[in-house]
């Protein structure tokens, strides 16, 4: 059966592109190649809120957190939830650095394998029914079998053919999306959407690259470092992954690392728990603290002439921008997506 597609002119830009009636605004504005801005993909941030000017809408989930009331008395809706039930006008800024550097499309998965990097993160590999090329860092949104909504999971390794797209993932107690996935056995199927996210590599920089991560937001990072060793324009470039645990048995990433060229050389790995149980031991070359106080300790001034990525836990990535924007790093030079 033929999707039925609808069209959608932005006002006062010219701007106009195609939505099918499953899709949501925000992501076919991004296979149109339109700069819709947008941040987390999920309803939580609101970079994403638009006006309706003409036409109608379906919310695929009404009680979205970051619209509020008053946006909604104002005929405000997010990108990223609605999808069109005929032609629409909308009111909205489009901004090139929202612009896709790789336009995202649907497809399906299959679940290759799976492993355990530690007690609570394992690492998914899925085969892609169609090929898909993504820079370093981004994200994909995953929709797995029985959960209303998709996931956003950032993929850790590079596109190669674009067929194989990995995902390190932390286990939540208690979480809807995380249960789903982590019962999932090789040949389970997911559909992927993306890729979506700014904070890839900036291959063009001249500056060293500084990653801070936190739990599953080693994945981006890895992501990125595979990405560097590789890529000739950055040759000679220091690359450095600050990794944050609670606890010893929480940290992982340094076997990968230790796979890619240039490790101990330019390539460096710096472990840091913050939790520690009173009377169990901190090996030799683990700091104890904050990833963001490691890194602040660790690089000091020299923060400001580095390319900084960083990902983790919503605290941990508030802590990481506070302390470089103290710190007077430009804020041209951090690169985050923000999750919830």
């Not at 923060?303 to 802590?319: D, S």
Request: proline letters at 7%.
């Amino acid at each position: 059966m033929t999707a039925v597609v609808h069209r959608v002119l932005v006002a006062g830009t010219g701007e106009s592109f195609a939505c099918a009636a499953d899709d949501t605004l925000l992501r076919a504005a991004q296979r149109a190649g339109l700069g819709f801005p947008y941040e987390c993909n999920v309803g939580s941030c609101g970079n994403c809120r638009f006006e309706l000017v003409d036409g109608a809408l379906e919310n695929a989930w009404p009680e979205a957190p970051a619209l509020s009331e008053k946006d909604r008395a104002r005929g405000r809706h997010l990108g990223c939830q609605s999808m069109p039930r005929g032609d629409c006008t909308i009111k909205l800024r489009p901004q090139a650095r929202y612009a896709p550097v790789q336009r995202p499309q649907r497809t399906g998965a299959s679940l290759l394998r799976r492993r355990a990097l530690t007690h609570d993160i394992e690492e998914f590999v899925f085969e892609l029914d169609a090929a898909q090329g993504f820079e370093p860092g981004q994200y994909a949104l995953v929709q797995l079998p029985g959960v209303a909504g998709p996931r956003a999971y950032s993929m850790s390794n590079v596109a190669g053919d674009g067929r194989r797209w990995e995902f390190q993932v932390r286990k939540l107690s208690g979480g809807v999306g995380s249960v789903a996935l982590f019962a999932l056995a090789p040949g389970a199927r997911v559909a992927i959407d993306g890729p979506y996210g700014m904070a890839w590599l900036r291959r063009t920089s001249p500056r060293d690259i500084v990653c801070i991560a936190g739990g599953s937001g080693l994945a981006p990072m890895v992501s990125i470092l595979r990405g560097a060793v590789a890529e000739p324009q950055l040759a000679g470039r220091r690359l450095d992954l600050v990794y944050g645990g609670r606890t010893v048995a929480d940290l992982c990433g340094r076997d990968l690392l230790m796979a890619l060229p240039g490790w101990g050389e330019r390539l460096h790995y710096h472990p840091v728990v913050s939790a520690q149980p009173a009377g169990e031991p901190v090996p030799a070359g683990v700091e104890t603290g904050f990833a963001h106080e490691s890194a602040q300790r660790r690089f000091g001034e020299r923060l400001r002439e580095c390319e900084v990525y960083f990902a983790g836990p919503p605290a941990m990535t508030e802590a990481v921008q506070r302390m470089l924007l103290e710190a007077g790093v430009p804020p041209d030079q951090h690169h985050f997506d923000q999750f919830y």
